[in-house]
DNA sequence: GTGAAAGCGCTAACAC
DNA sequence: GTGTTAGCGCTTTCAC
């Protein structure tokens, strides 16, 4: 009941373990005669090469494993990310080891250091917040660190990320030309590094008007689409409430549409939206939205690349490599404030 | 530049290899003193052990790694699936492998041949139509296999499934309520367990009415939005056009309410759908969903608690497990057939 | 409490 | 073309 070893095989075949070695591994020429023999006893014995224990010997290979560190997999955006690397991975013979962070250092920590144990030959990793410092040793012990979709503080590394400053700008300028003045900004957690980005791109297109920030529109740190609508409530309660949004990512532009679905019909028509983020059925909302749309599948198969170019063997300069997003116009953004004429 | 061995720490700090094992599994016990030299090493040199080949000599642990094989890990039902299956493998301290089949049994049959060339301890599947004579060799060798989402035909594994036949009966039951007798089936490819299962509700709910099946109201191997549309537009074109859909997946649905987008608004008012499948935004379309919906979170956390009590030693015989689908009604399904009275 | 020897399953390096 | 020896990095086993 036992897996059948080399040595098994070599025993039903009559030959040396190591002649079933090159028979398996197809590198060294063996004869016709013997070849047949070797195929038949592994057949008989169902005998599958321990992978584990080839890798140990020939140090040279790796282990043809990489390791996929995300925040979350279970988000449709990684998803995608996930499942590009995985093809990318899969055309070269790789496997991919998955792991969620919840944004968390210490999850992060773990995951890392477990598939390091396990001797990935590289790691692609959305980096949490934390500090990166225990990727030092693994990285001198050869195995290849990519990060993708946002940076990791103070670590030298390939890097994979969209143009969330310059999006969340053309998203805001475009508010901004439609009359708009008192828009807000409803963000996720101030501490990632995406985020800071797309309100740094908010503040840059009001400052290109001369349009004041005003405190009171910028809402940071809403968690869940909950959070979003619960904001969105605050927001329209001032006495001078906003009349345009932009929201920081998908989650919080569909906890606003829900919060503007529980308000009156009337209203909502006054209100412009623009999203970071584009997902399904985005353009068949009332009204159908207007967003900054970014491919996890082009980060993912960027990141892989790179990736393998430095497994490969490439050693020049760690390189950053920056997509762009795209600016998707469905409605939502297109109303104009009540009461002004567009520039 | 290379790894450090427990060779290297082991001279570092004075002692033996074995002396360093004990002190980094932490299982015998070791004299303070030398256990505070060896942790210093251990630290000094950046020591990690390699799991692989501990793995190698300690049978009786198994890699602590599982794999997970879906369908496409881009879908965000098998991304929410994956999800929990990592979450109960982070929780035992087991890594988690990934790959996708796209539903082609050649695919699959690399995958699984990859992973238990790693000596995986155990493996979650969500098998394609393929045969499954493959896993019997691996199954011999100890690799323990769970199937989640539909059954491997003739396979004698553990299996969790949902009432696909039930959830998809009581969606167009819910329909003959409402006084439609021309319902049309829109499926995904007829090859796939769970659709052949919900067509099969579909005709049980028929019959338990006494309506006779009308075959031009079936459209099976849809496999994308645009079919879905496409036999919309098909079936609307009929002499005698459904009053109501049942649509057997997210993408089906969301194709066909894409396709509806496009008519003219007066028409769509008239025809009623349920779908199989919850998705994000389903309450807020117009008019919202009435779905069928299965949860994958359960799915994935039932499938991994199946195969890790095996992996834990159960030899029981295989059980399956069908977990309930729940009805949710929100509008799309309530309106009635015109001219028609209800039950 | 600690160490020496052997070996997990495989292959590099060298024989013949 | 094939076999032998040694050893990858670790742990089991048995000694001390």
């Known amino acids: 009941m036992k897996r059948p070893t080399m040595k098994d095989v070599a025993r039903a075949a009559g030959v040396s373990p190591m002649t079933v070695s090159r028979v398996i591994s197809g590198e060294s020429a063996v004869s016709p005669d013997t070849t047949a023999r070797v195929e038949q006893a592994v057949r ?9 224990a080839r890798n140990l010997r020939s140090k040279n290979l790796g282990t043809s494993t990489i390791g996929l560190v995300v925040d979350d997999l279970a988000n449709p955006f990684y998803a995608l990310m996930a499942r590009s690397v995985e093809d990318e991975a899969h055309r070269r013979g790789y496997l991919v080891l998955v792991g969620s962070t919840n944004d968390e250092p210490r999850r992060e920590q773990e995951v890392v250091a477990a598939f390091c144990a396990r001797q990935v030959d590289g790691l692609i990793l959305v980096p949490t917040i934390g500090n990166h ?29 969209v143009d969330n400053r310059a999006g969340a700008n053309r998203a805001v300028t475009h508010l901004l030309d439609h009359g708009h003045t008192r828009i807000a900004y409803l963000g996720d957690r101030f501490g990632i590094w995406t985020q ?10 009001l400052a290109a008007r001369g349009v004041t920030e005003d405190p009171e529109l910028v809402r940071h740190e809403l968690r ?23 929201t920081s990512n ?53 990141a892989a690349n790179l990736l393998f170019s430095r497994i490969d063997g490439d050693r020049s300069a760690p390189r950053s490599v920056i997509l762009l997003t795209r600016f998707i116009v469905r409605g939502s953004g297109e109303t104009r404030a009540a009461g002004r004429r567009p520039v």
Chains 1, 2 share one sequence.
């Open 196 to 205: 800071r980005e797309r309100y740094a791109g908010y503040l840059e297109a």
């Open 44 to 52: 008989k014995l169902g005998y599958q090469r321990n992978d584990n």
């Open 250 to 302: 998908d989650l919080i532009t569909i906890g606003v549409m829900d919060g503007l679905g529980q308000a009156e019909g009337g209203l909502f028509e006054r209100i412009a939206i623009v999203g970071f983020d584009d997902f399904p059925l985005a353009e068949r909302l009332s009204p159908p939205l207007t967003v900054v749309s970014q491919d996890p599948v082009a980060l993912g198969s960027t």
């Open 133 to 161: 410092g225990f990727l030092k040793q693994p990285m001198e012990g050869g195995t290849r660190v990519v990060c993708v979709d946002r940076p990791a503080k103070g670590l030298a590394v390939d890097t994979v990320t």
């Open 224 to 246: 869940s689409q909950p959070d979003a609508a619960a904001a969105l409530a605050e927001l329209r309660a001032l006495r001078h409430p906003p009349t345009a949004l932009f």
